[in-house]
């Protein structure tokens, strides 16, 4: 069986760190620590910019392991992100040496673009409250935000607490290919059944976004933060190579949703989700991308499905349950991207943005894609809750 933490994947909180993320950065390294806590009143003053200027050149050699590494990751994006979005009229397209010659060496060893991404943003990004305490809403905050506030705090947490949520599906997976492999049809239906249950669950956390996190104020004052570069892109001082063009933080860099793909053999061939889906996993940690062809390798849960339905029909009818918990999902997901991005971009006077037509056009992609792989095909939308 798939042994998960091969993969840096924890039994118990998934794609999220088995260990609590760091907190703090060696005294060394308090000029990016210092910088990063003063980033809500210095983008507030519209001053950012000048403080960052003044930073000290200084080597990531001695981080050497992964904690230490992820924090230095985490803490130049924020950083970096910050200095070309501090001024929405006129983005940079530089960023000085004393953030880009480190950011792109800790990226480097780190295998991961240059940019705010989920793996730094969200995975990273959290300490529990009560260190005894499990890792879940109520129970965490956030480490690092932009322009602080509850919208941006809560938006991060919910989107950690779905990672953690979902853990246990990563190990339903794994059991379920096992099960193939020993041709294990009831121990396949149980799987199924974990799999959709913990889908079911991860929808209930993303429902919750509306409680404290409001659309205006996410679109004004977390996603321009989260944009990528488009051209002429970003260069780095002290680097070599043309200007960088990366796309930004997006729910597609979450490994989580990927895998439910993988495990249950939802295949995406449309051009509007294909592309963007292959080149999202680009901007997760290389082990997790490594699971996800794992997963792809097989063997094929929905293939054994199909060729023993009928003699097992429970396991049509349990495979047909994960495909809606994770179409609900999706349905979800594209209520909430409508709701908080396509709406306010048309509400917001002045307001910056694709107008999410192209998000529209992904998210409603993979959710036919979705349901397509259902065993016995739906009837009617109608049939989708």
Known sequence: MIDLTAYAISPTRGFLPDTDPLDRLPAEFEPWEGLADQLSPLLAADCYRAAADRLPLLDPGPLTDGAPLERAMQTLSFLGSAYVHADDRAPATRLPRAIAEPWDAVARRLGRPTIIAHASYVLTNWRRIDPEGPVALGNLACQRTFLGGLDEQWFILVTAAIEATGAPALSAIARSQDAVDRNAPEDVVDGLESIAQVTGAITGVLERMYERCDPRGFYLRVRPYLAGWVEPGVSFDGTAGPPRILTGGSAAQSTLIQSLDAGLGVVHTHPASQPFLAAMRGYMPPPHRAFLERLEAGPSIRGFVDA??????????????????????????????????????????????????????????????????????????????
Request: net charge positive; proline share 3%.
């Open 308 to 385: 023993r339905r009928a003699q097992v029909p429970a396991l049509a009818e349990r495979y047909d349950r994960c495909i809606d918990a994770l179409d609900l999902f999706r349905k979800r997901h594209l209520e909430i991207a409508a709701r908080y991005i396509t709406r306010q971009a048309k509400d917001v006077v002045g307001a910056l943005g694709t107008g999410g037509t192209e998000f529209t056009t992904f998210l409603t992609a993979s959710r036919r894609e979705t349901s397509a792989q259902r065993i016995v095909p739906r009837l009617s939308e109608s049939d989708s809750e």
